[in-house]
């Protein structure tokens, strides 16, 4: 399956802060989408992004997938604990090739 | 709502022993898949199955088979379990695959293998 890179693998942010998570793959990619994973829980689609260039939001969360479609991002304004968790972006051919996640934490 | 559910929340088998994961989906889709989760490694795929009785290997099938005899639901199996399957074993379906078709998780198994 397609190989995606998440980066970083571990983001600590101050609450009020923001931050953004990134996705990388080699190839072209047809589409993305990304997950969320509460602690504890399991993961829950969040959006979709198929065109080049689409930019996405939805509340504090902006979601962009690139002109070469080879990367997107995740960026969260204002964080909040409400924002903890796990972020996957997941290429999708017709099945889905997961990265290894953004773990975000917030302080209080 | 779409509902997956898993057999069991949490699972001890001690190695070599046959173990069967459960997962059943209430929306009539026609896709579904089993992953493992491991820290720092995402999720994974092991198999996914895409009609009754059809699979398909995933990234990681060595050690495990699937049988899918029922539309809406999908087992998984470790015919010896080994330690090195510790881990959560998460079920998906979907409607459709490729672009547009989101997948639902159930909660997961967190099996223990010792």
């Known amino acids: 399956g397609q190989q995606v890179m998440q980066i970083p693998q571990y983001q600590p942010v101050q609450e009020g802060e923001d931050f953004t998570t990134y996705c990388n793959s080699s190839?072209?990619?047809?589409?993305i989408q990304w997950y969320k994973q509460r602690p504890g829980g399991h993961p829950v689609f969040l959006i979709q992004?198929?065109?080049?260039?689409e930019v996405k939001k939805q509340k504090r969360l902006t979601f962009q997938f690139g002109e070469a479609k080879k990367n997107s991002s995740l960026h969260i304004t204002a964080t909040q604990t409400t924002d903890v968790g796990t972020y996957f972006c997941a290429a999708n051919d017709y099945k889905l090739s997961f990265g290894a996640g953004t773990t975000v934490t917030v302080r209080a | 709502d779409v509902k997956v559910t898993q057999s069991s929340r949490y699972l001890v088998k001690r190695t070599g022993e046959k173990v069967f994961l459960e997962c059943v989906q209430d929306?009539?889709?026609?896709?579904m898949f089993w992953y493992r989760q491991d820290p720092g490694l995402g999720l994974r795929l092991i198999y996914f199955s895409y009609d009754v009785k059809m699979k398909e290997k995933g990234d990681i099938p060595e050690g495990y088979s699937v049988s899918r005899e029922k539309k809406e639901r999908f087992s998984l199996i470790l015919e010896s379990a080994s330690t090195n399957q510790t881990s959560m074993y998460l079920c998906?379906?979907?409607?459709?695959?490729?672009?547009?078709?989101?997948?639902?998780f159930g909660p997961g198994t967190r099996l223990t293998v010792t």
């Open positions: 998906a379906s979907s409607a459709l695959l490729g672009a547009g078709y989101e997948q639902y």
């Open positions: 190839t072209t990619l047809s589409n």
């Open positions: 992004l198929v065109k080049s260039g």
């Open positions: 929306m009539d889709h026609e896709n």
